[in-house]
């Protein structure tokens, strides 16, 4: 990647950063000169994302933080300026789903209602302590790093925050309500943070990832190494008929936290989807 000027020694932070898709973003601008911070709950995650970055040449530490924890999160962030120097770009990629927030069956039927089956998980049986994690990971993992690390960077030029939403967050997916209400929060949020950030000029974007094979999806999507009938739904709703790849996202990446190239762009959620937003079905 030949090093852009907009990213060329920025401290970037990525939540979330020992996942597949975040560990490629954060390679993608490690790529470009930045430096990187690489925060996970788990910090062997973390250690592998920046070691991977330091043995191609560039910058990085790892951190263990939830994203829920203000004060550890506090903490972390007086560490990465120490280290590297305040935040000029964050990337909120914490996120994920829960099975007690996930019905069983895309559809109510009525034996399900009818009957008490340990087996099945209805509508009526979505346990609320999954929901509310849900809920927290997803939209206060987006606020409250957001809150720590936006301290950062008020009053210098050229930050900005990227949120990670989601497909969901345009049309629900069947069987994953907390998910995508919590998605349809973060696209919301972006929103509004856009427009208070506006005075002191922080922009807020987001990316709406379609479909990419992740270590928390990859059994729901394929079943003996052959795509599930779920799956199959999928890609059968994608345009492009195929899942996306983690370096499918970096254009967008590299776009959204160039001052550059977006300085006049905030408050936009861009599908990154193979045209799965696009499709009717028909």
């Known amino acids: 990647m030949t090093p852009h000027p907009d990213q060329q020694g920025k401290v970037v932070v990525v939540t979330g950063g020992g996942g597949i898709l975040c560990a490629e973003m954060?390679?993608?601008?490690?790529?470009c000169g930045a430096r990187l911070a690489i925060l996970d709950l788990k910090l062997e995650a973390a250690e592998a994302v920046a070691a991977a970055i330091r043995a191609e040449?560039?910058?990085a530490l790892?951190?263990?933080?939830?994203?829920?924890?203000?004060?550890?999160?506090?903490?972390?962030?007086?560490e990465i300026q120490g280290q590297l120097g305040p935040c000029d770009i964050l990337v909120n990629g914490a996120g994920g789903n829960h099975?007690?927030?996930?019905?069983?069956?895309?559809?109510?039927?009525l034996e399900d209602f009818d009957r008490a089956d340990p087996e099945v998980t209805s509508f009526f049986d979505l346990d609320e302590a999954g929901m509310r994690f849900v809920f927290d990971l997803n939209l206060l993992g987006t606020v409250i790093p957001s809150q720590v690390f936006a301290r950062q960077m008020v009053g210098r030029k050229g930050c900005c925050i990227l949120n990670i939403s989601s497909m969901n967050a345009f049309r629900?997916?069947?069987?994953?309500?907390?998910?995508?209400?919590?998605?349809?929060a973060v696209s919301n949020f972006t929103q509004w943070l856009a427009?208070?950030?506006?005075?002191?000029?922080?922009?807020?974007?987001?990316?709406?990832?379609?479909?990419?094979?992740?270590?928390?999806?990859?059994?729901?999507?394929?079943?003996?190494?052959?795509?599930?009938?779920?799956?199959?739904?999928?890609?059968?709703q994608t345009p492009m008929a195929r899942f996306g790849a983690p370096g499918d996202l970096t254009g967008t990446l590299?776009?959204?936290?160039?001052?550059?190239?977006?300085?006049?762009?905030?408050?936009?959620?861009?599908?990154?989807?193979?045209?799965?937003?696009?499709f009717s079905g028909v």
């Open 99 to 109: 099975p007690k927030a996930t019905t069983t069956r895309e559809n109510l039927e």
């Open 26 to 31: 954060a390679r993608a601008l490690a790529g």
């Open 254 to 278: 590299l776009w959204l936290t160039s001052e550059a190239g977006a300085g006049f762009v905030t408050g936009i959620v861009v599908p990154v989807d193979g045209g799965f937003s696009a």
């Open 172 to 184: 629900p997916l069947t069987r994953i309500p907390a998910y995508s209400a919590a998605k349809a």
């Open 57 to 59: 040449g560039g910058t």
């Open 195 to 236: 427009v208070h950030f506006a005075p002191v000029g922080i922009r807020v974007n987001a990316i709406a990832p379609g479909f990419f094979v992740t270590e928390q999806n990859r059994a729901l999507l394929f079943q003996d190494g052959r795509p599930s009938a779920r799956a199959a739904k999928i890609l059968g």
């Open 62 to 78: 790892a951190y263990a933080a939830s994203v829920l924890d203000r004060a550890a999160l506090a903490v972390v962030a007086a």
